[in-house]
Each structure stands twice: as structure tokens, then as C-alpha cells.
């Protein structure tokens, strides 16, 4: 997905001075954001934000739905860049048509994970097809060590199998929880799953100590760690724990998704849909972009133009850093 803001926030996130184990979860809210149009589809946007910028390596979560098709006009995303990250898109209900520079043409459906890496520069679009009445689900980015961040275009699609712990249906997309791994590669380590928890259940998870964790709760009301989640907030949990325990406090089904990793410890720009080092790399990406740059193909199948990018501040990019935890 794209971050189609028409004045998006320049971010130059540094990783959080973490210390000592934090035993507190944070609760973080979201803010609404239109995906554009005369009857856009709001989403709820938790990362990043003031208050907290990564969870390991990932970098932005986007919440949308349930919401009508029919009232919204549905998602109708122009091909638009990507650099230095990996996109992870979810779905809870409805069904999306993605194609990129790659040449992949998919179907992005629940319980089935869609994940594509840009690199050194990919494009995309989203679409959500004429089956979708109702859309509902979570998209993600991770953000790409320096490392591996000019790394070729990649895009994998992967149905977990529902894994079920304590009064927990559990499916992994990414990284590895309660005996059950992905096949997906991250460049960093990492955890996403999404979680169905019982009515008035507990259920305790042994989870990764060297991992922070955020808990996007989706429906229902959460207890993480003792902290009382609701929908569409996030819960964070800095490192040192080596379970989790969850709570749902209603009478119906809860659900949430769990993202983890350990704490990125690189200083990242972030601007619009670019990931880079530098203000300057982010103005190279743009410039690539607007000129119809090799750097980032083209979308064949796409019925429109693709998005322009903003104009860039005039000043240099500002450091945002993650809170020192105690």
C-alpha cells in the first residue's frame, strides 16, 4: 500500500536507547488517514508515530475496515515506489489485486500473506476486486538493513496453516512462535502473526526474549501483559520477556495481530513510500520516480496513471527518535 498523504510527515528515525527489559506494555492510538478520492477509505495508522517510531524493523502499520465497498469505493491505488523496505499485506476479510514492476500478478485474500520487497526501487498497485463487499485487514512494512537495503525485487505469497495454543487459533506469516516458522525470509530477525483468541480465554505464548513486541488489536478487548488493549490500539512490550500472555476480556472472539523483532539498531530516513539513509537518498529516489526511472519498472495491467510524488520540504529531513525505555 502506499502512503498517499498529499503532505506526508518527513521521519528520520533512530532506534530506541532500550536499556533494561521493560516489564510496562505502551499503549499507543491511532490516527485517521484518507487513501484519497471523494469517498476514501480511511485507515488507522499506529506506526509510526510521536510516540514510537519501530518494533524491531517494522516501520508502519496501517488498520482499515471492515467497511462497505459500496460506501468507501473500495481501494483503488496507483502504481507508486518503494525503496528500502519490504511490504507485508493481510487480509481479515475481502480480496485485493496486486501487481508490481516484477511482473507478479496476485490476489492478496484472508489468511494468505503477500509480501513483496523493494529494494533498490519497485513499483506497484492495489486494487480491490469486484468479490470484495466488505475489506478488512492490515498493511505492514519492514524496514531493510543497510546491508540488504539495495537488494533486487522479490515477491512471495504463503498460506499458513492455523496452529492452535492454549485457547488460541494462531497463524505465522513471518519469522517463528510456538513451534511453527514461516518459509518467508526477513532480512532481519522477525515475528507476525495473527492471532484468534477464545471468548473470556488466557492464553500463554513463549516468545523470543531478544524481541520487542506490538500487539494490534483488531476486535474484541485484549489484556497484554496486564495492560487492557482495545480495538485498533497498539500494545508495545520492550525486550526481556520470554512469554506473553493474553487475555480476552469478551465474550465473543478477539482478534489481533503480534509483530516482533529485535530492536533495529540503524538510523533510518523515512519519507513518503522511500526508506533510505539520507535526505539526499530519498531526493535521488523522488527524482527516479518523476522521471520515469528504470530504477523502478512499470506496472503493466494498471487501468490509470500512476501516483506523482509529493514535493520534497525544503529542509533537510529531521531526526525522530524512538523514547529510551525504562
Excluded at 471523494?38 to 508515530?49: D, E, G, I, Y
Excluded at 487480509?91 to 490476489?107: K, P, W, Y
Aim: glycine share 10%.
Amino acid at each position: 500500500m502506499s502512503n498517499v498523504e498529499a503532505d506526508p510527515t518527513e521521519l528520520r528515525c533512530d532506534a530506541a536507547d532500550h536499556g533494561e527489559a521493560a516489564p510496562q506494555v505502551d499503549v499507543l492510538t491511532a490516527r485517521d488517514v484518507p487513501l484519497g478520492g471523494p469517498r476514501a477509505m480511511t485507515v488507522r495508522r499506529t506506526l509510526p508515530q510521536r510516540a514510537r517510531t519501530l518494533i524491531g524493523a517494522w516501520c508502519f502499520i496501517d488498520h482499515y475496515g471492515p467497511s462497505n465497498v459500496a460506501d468507501t469505493g473500495g481501494m483503488d491505488v496507483a502504481p507508486h515506489p518503494h525503496t528500502g523496505l519490504q511490504t507485508v499485506s493481510w487480509l481479515f476479510s475481502g480480496e485485493i489485486e496486486h501487481r508490481d514492476s516484477l511482473g507478479s500478478h496476485a490476489l492478496v485474500r484472508p489468511g494468505e500473506l503477500n509480501l513483496m520487497t523493494g529494494g533498490h526501487g519497485i513499483s506497484h498497485s492495489e486494487v480491490s476486486t469486484t468479490r470484495a463487499t466488505i475489506l478488512h485487514g492490515v498493511q505492514l512494512w519492514v524496514a531493510l538493513p543497510d546491508e540488504h537495503r539495495h537488494t533486487g525485487r522479490d515477491f512471495r505469497h504463503y498460506v499458513p496453516s492455523p496452529l492452535r495454543v492454549g485457547g488460541a487459533d494462531i497463524r505465522v506469516f513471518l519469522g517463528s512462535l510456538a513451534g511453527d516458522t514461516s518459509p518467508v525470509r526477513t532480512f532481519t530477525p522477525l515475528l507476525g502473526a495473527e492471532l484468534v483468541l477464545d471468548p473470556r480465554s488466557t492464553t500463554t505464548l513463549p516468545v523470543n526474549a531478544a524481541f520487542e513486541h506490538g500487539l494490534l488489536v483488531d476486535q474484541g478487548n485484549v489484556r497484554m501483559a496486564g495492560t487492557l488493549l482495545h480495538p485498533a490500539e497498539l500494545g508495545y512490550l520492550g525486550t526481556g520477556n520470554h512469554t506473553l500472555t493474553l487475555t480476552n476480556k469478551t465474550d465473543t472472539f478477539a482478534r489481533a495481530i503480534l509483530l516482533g523483532g529485535t530492536p533495529f539498531d540503524e538510523q533510518i530516513v523515512m519519507w513518503w513510500n522511500f526508506i533510505g539513509r539520507s535526505h539526499q537518498d530519498i531526493a535521488e529516489a523522488r527524482e527516479a520516480w518523476e522521471n520515469a526511472s528504470d530504477r523502478f519498472g512499470s506496472v503493466d495491467g494498471y487501468d490509470g496513471d500512476r501516483l506523482p510524488a509529493p514535493t520534497l520540504p525544503n529542509a533537510t529531513i529531521a531526526p525522530r527518535k524512538n523514547p529510551t525505555h525504562h
